[in-house]
């Protein structure tokens, strides 16, 4: 497809399913355009503002019954306007449906616009979280400062298998590891299994003895207003010991 004009950006992501939060959509519809230069107000349509973006060659797909950008270019308009703990989940969600990090280096090349925050993300993205709240905890781990973890780690005892969202390893014996509990399991019976929330506490505060009796010092659980005021993680991660190395930018 070689059109003109197609969907870019947030509503792009949306039809190609990659994770964020829905808090960032606002009242704002972008397009890539190839006709003109610069980035500009279109139009207002009303409830909603048709931002335009420039675009030389528009290499366009049709997803979920709409032309939208290629899956790297969208990322990259995501990217330019969205903080990195935002846009790693996106990142990361291409990545775990199989989209490859090289079609946004190449959506990068001959771009007049600063692509720092784009560059960033792709430094990190590595798609091993399991989804968008994992990704913004990392995201947290690495705008704070603190080292980057290992991920999806397992432990296994003689009848069952643990596997803890982030660990970190010290070179004193120590072995760190950071939960995310996503409220969900907590008011979701679908996600608590039809499990009551006592039981679900009981089942969490079990899984902690076990892997504490696998070699695991310290545990960290942390959710998702942890996460999205930020400091209350950072906090979490400097009381459990977690290396601090200095924030990267």
Not at 8 to 15: E, K, S, V
Request: with cysteine.
């Amino acid at each position: 497809m070689h059109p003109k004009w197609v969907f870019t950006g947030l509503t792009a992501l949306d039809a190609y399913g990659f994770d964020h939060t829905w808090r960032l959509h606002g009242e704002t519809v972008m397009i890539a355009d190839n006709r003109g230069r610069g980035d500009r107000v279109m139009a207002n349509q009303g409830s909603y503002t048709l931002r335009r973006v420039f675009v030389p060659t528009i290499r366009a797909s049709m997803i979920a019954g709409i032309p939208v950008t290629d899956a790297g270019r969208t990322l990259v308009e995501c990217a330019r306007r969205v903080s990195f703990i935002q846009a790693l989940p996106m990142f990361d969600s291409a990545i775990r449906k199989g989209i490859a990090m090289d079609d946004v280096h190449a959506a990068c090349r001959g771009a007049r616009s600063d692509l720092t925050s784009v560059l960033r993300v792709l430094q990190y993205a590595n798609g091993k979280c399991e989804n968008g709240g994992e990704s913004m905890v990392y995201g947290v781990i690495v705008s704070g400062g603190y080292a980057v973890p290992e991920f999806q780690v397992e432990f296994r005892t003689a009848d069952r298998a643990y596997r803890v969202d982030f660990l970190w390893r010290l070179h004193d014996g120590r072995i760190i590891v950071l939960e995310y509990d996503g409220m969900r399991k907590y008011s979701d019976p679908s996600m608590a299994g039809r499990r009551s929330v006592k039981q679900v506490v009981s089942d969490q505060l079990t899984r902690d003895q076990s892997l504490r009796s696998l070699g695991v010092t310290t545990i960290v659980h942390c959710d998702y207003d942890d996460v999205a005021a930020q400091k209350p993680l950072l906090r979490k991660l400097s009381d459990a010991g977690v290396p601090w190395i200095g924030r990267p930018w």
